[in-house]
């Protein structure tokens, strides 16, 4: 009974919110149908934007300026989070800057970027970016400064490199803290990439999002909400999923 | 003291002369962990160093791998001074060290990858490596799959995968239960025997020390110094009832604790 309930949980859960959602959408409750349209209204204007290739678009520029944005901050962010973990001088010289950067709040960034890189999918990605690259430097950073001495020092005498040691024993050893560090990235370049569409934009998720707003057709302002929100979460399920292939040696790791 | 040299003319396979280490610490000043070893080691031998608890016994045994730099004295292996890490030593460390990520072949094949040994060689290498310690089933394991003496004997094969002459052993078997632990120096004695490694261990276990070693070297407390160099003296391949049965035993385990008691009052 237990593990019925622990298998159907989530889809109870989610049952649950649309529910709510259609209860008070259908008694105005919370508010008239134009402020909060019900689900069914919401799911009709999924199925049209569907059906005239307005969604498969829109989701399609969104998603590839995620996977864009996330890899090149998993690149960035693993090559600077090494640096700073193995080398007292790249610590100190990139520490400042990680941390200014987590700081600072990157849409403040984005007219710098509209600048630099035009209206086009460029500043978006670099948004994307600018997200998802420092929580993805700093658990790198954190996790290979803890790699042990000794498996270091053993790889050493076997007479690995120091470059060998960096890519074959310390990026390994830290792939636990930073795969952590890309979750919070890759939901960060989503998040990025969106606020990048709605403030200048012709096209993604976040450009339908506006468009709904400013042309008062709530619904469709809802079908971009539920799509990037959904784009998110199987990200995230894929990255689990390669989690667990990765960390297959480490089962206390891959839960 | 006197230098710890061994006996006949033959060239030593590492001599350390004045080796002495200071910490500088921002809280408690400079610190000397070690105040001058002078030992030379023969080919083959197997040395012991005992000590009292933080005596600086495991700092010089790193000294030796060249992971951490003197800052007096010098070590030389086979006449040659020691600078950086090199795969002519070989290092086993108490808390195992396996890369958790590489299967137990995996582990054993890395080392052997690193001295060059051939793609196409290495899974016959490995599996005879692991015939060694014993291990030929668990070779697709994961080391977190493994006990405690069967990640030991992993590092074992790993370290004799890079094919070391000396063989520095950093309490390896200090983590393990008794019988693992007796296991253990058995087979370690069996395969020193059949390889004719130098082999330097760090241990804080008289009596593992005792039945090991050709040469205990007790080691005084902070810095430390060579108090005294033990022979043990009993016969070769040995038996561990042979030897707490010796009459010398008693004797020598006596003198061995009298040494790190008075070296070792805080």
Redesign the interface.
């Known amino acids: 009974m237990s593990r019925l309930l622990a298998r159907c949980g989530p889809l109870l859960a989610v049952l649950a919110v649309l529910g709510a959602w259609w209860a008070a959408a259908a008694t105005g409750a919370l508010a008239d149908p134009f402020v909060l349209p019900a689900p069914g209204a919401v799911a009709r204007a999924a199925a049209a934007l569907w059906r005239d290739g307005t969604l498969p678009h829109e989701l399609g520029v969104t998603l590839g300026r995620t996977l864009a944005a996330f890899a090149l901050a998993l690149a960035a962010g693993a090559a600077m989070g090494l640096a700073m973990g193995r080398s007292a001088t790249a610590r100190a010289a990139l520490r400042p800057l990680v941390g200014l950067g987590f700081a600072t709040p990157k849409i403040a960034l984005f007219p710098a970027l509209v600048i630099l890189l035009g209206l086009g999918s460029g500043a978006k990605v670099a948004l994307g970016f600018a997200e998802a690259v420092f929580p993805i430097a700093a658990a790198t950073a954190a996790a290979a400064s803890q790699v042990?001495v000794?498996?270091v020092?053993?790889?050493?005498?076997?007479?690995?490199s120091r470059a060998?040691v960096a890519l074959?024993?310390v990026l390994?050893?830290a792939?636990p803290g930073l795969l952590s560090g890309a979750r919070i990235g890759l939901v960060g370049a989503v998040i990025g990439v969106y606020i990048g569409e709605m403030v200048a934009s012709s096209d993604g998720l976040g450009h339908l999002m506006v468009a709904g707003w400013r042309q008062l057709e709530t619904d469709r302002l809802y079908v971009s909400v539920a799509a990037v929100s959904l784009l998110g979460f199987a990200l995230d399920a894929l990255l689990l999923l390669a989690r667990r292939r990765l960390l297959?040696?480490?089962?206390e790791q891959a839960a | 003291m006197t230098a710890a040299g061994p006996p006949g003319g033959t060239r030593p396979k590492l001599r350390l002369a004045g080796v002495a280490k200071e910490y500088t610490g921002r809280r408690r000043g400079t610190v000397r962990a070690i105040g001058g070893v002078d030992l030379d080691v023969r080919p083959g031998e197997f040395v012991s160093l005992v000590g009292p608890s933080g005596c600086g016994k495991s700092t010089l045994l790193?000294i030796i791998?060249g992971?951490v730099a003197a800052s007096g004295g010098t070590v030389d292996c086979d006449g040659r001074p020691v600078t950086?890490?090199?795969?002519d030593?070989?290092?086993v460390?108490q808390?195992f060290?396996l890369?958790?990520?590489?299967t137990v072949a995996g582990n054993v094949a890395?080392?052997l990858a690193?001295?060059g040994v051939p793609r196409a060689e290495r899974p016959a290498a490995t599996a005879r490596l692991l015939e060694t310690v014993g291990l030929a089933e668990v070779a697709r394991l994961?080391?977190?799959e493994l006990s405690g003496g069967m990640k030991q004997r992993v590092?074992i094969a790993?370290?004799l995968?890079?094919d070391?002459d000396v063989l520095l052993m950093d309490e390896p078997f200090g983590a393990l239960d008794a019988q693992t632990r007796a296991l253990l120096q058995e087979e370690l004695l069996a395969v020193w025997e059949r390889t004719g490694k130098t082999v330097v261990f760090v241990t804080h276990s008289v009596e593992e020390a005792l039945y090991l070693s050709d040469r205990v070297v007790v080691l005084s407390r902070r810095p430390a110094r060579v108090l005294e160099v033990i022979e043990p003296g009993f016969a070769r391949p040995r038996d561990r009832e042979k030897v707490l049965a010796d009459p010398a035993y008693p004797a020598l385990h006596a003198r061995v604790w009298e040494l790190l008691r008075a070296g070792g009052a805080a």
């Open positions: 042990p000794p498996l020092w053993s790889a050493r005498a076997a007479g690995a060998a074959r024993v390994p050893a792939l297959r040696w480490a089962p | 790193y791998g992971f950086a890490p090199g795969p030593r070989g290092i460390f808390e060290a890369f958790p990520w590489r890395w080392a690193r001295r994961y080391p977190a590092a790993r370290t995968a890079q070391p």
